[in-house]
């Protein structure tokens, strides 16, 4: 199984829809992250976690909320999806203990298609 | 104006060539610099780490920090084909704490080609 879990992997939701991404990681990690990815404007920081009680902005929350269910679980929601959030979006995490060096652990990405 | 900035290619260069990847930042505070390797349909996967300035080789990678001139490169020797992939950097101002978030680039594809 892969340290980092993201579902679904695939997803085509109407607009005004109300969507949620899942994620999952065996790491043990306490910090966890949301990104979205575009061309030509790389990932951007949705939001982010730090432990379960937790959760921060990033640098493009609108639009977007989080839950963080466990230490385990982090999953991202659109609370009404526009076409404009069509995107490939990544759950990830990192071990505060190992510092950057360590980087960041990625999942496999959900490609959210909003029509 | 972007705090990284990366040329989005796409680069492509014959099996065995030597691939230079760049990318110019804003922020003298940062002082950790990655580069992550993302191949088509995967998530992005650390491939080389460096703090401040210097160099640091591994295998067939070299990567260079110049924090003088806020410029780090990615080199791969001896390029295969299994090396095609988008290769991000990344870099942050705090190893550990609320300040170790990534900033990164947008990335460079690159394409090796037989």
């Known amino acids: 199984d892969a340290d980092v879990t993201q579902t679904p992997r695939n997803r085509i939701t109407k607009t005004g829809k109300r969507i949620m991404l899942e994620c999952s990681q065996t790491k043990g990690h306490d910090r966890m992250y949301w990104y979205r990815q575009d061309p030509g404007l790389g990932l951007r920081l949705i939001y982010y976690s730090f432990d379960v009680k937790d959760i921060n902005k990033g640098e493009i929350s609108d639009g977007y909320s989080v839950s963080r269910q466990a230490q385990a679980k982090f999953s991202l929601s659109l609370e009404s999806a526009i076409p404009n959030q069509t995107a490939l979006y990544f759950c990830a995490t990192s071990d505060p203990t190992q510092g950057a060096n360590y980087g960041y652990t990625f999942g496999s990405g959900t490609r959210l298609t909003v029509v | 104006q972007k705090e990284v900035e990366q040329d989005p290619g796409p680069l492509s260069v014959p099996e065995g060539a030597i691939v230079s990847l760049n990318c110019t930042y804003s922020?003298?505070?940062?002082?950790?610099f990655m580069w992550y390797r993302q191949y088509s349909r995967k998530g992005p996967e650390l491939l080389m780490y460096t703090y401040s300035s210097g160099n640091k080789e591994d295998g067939r990678f070299t990567a260079q920090v110049d924090k003088s001139s806020k410029y780090i490169s990615l080199f791969i020797r001896d390029s295969q084909p299994s090396d095609s992939a988008t290769y991000l950097c990344?870099?942050?101002?705090?190893?550990?704490?609320?300040?170790?978030?990534?900033?990164f680039g947008t990335g460079t594809r690159l394409q090796v080609t037989l």
């Open positions: 990344a870099m942050t101002f705090s190893d550990t704490g609320t300040a170790s978030k990534l900033t």
């Open positions: 922020n003298s505070a940062f002082q950790y």
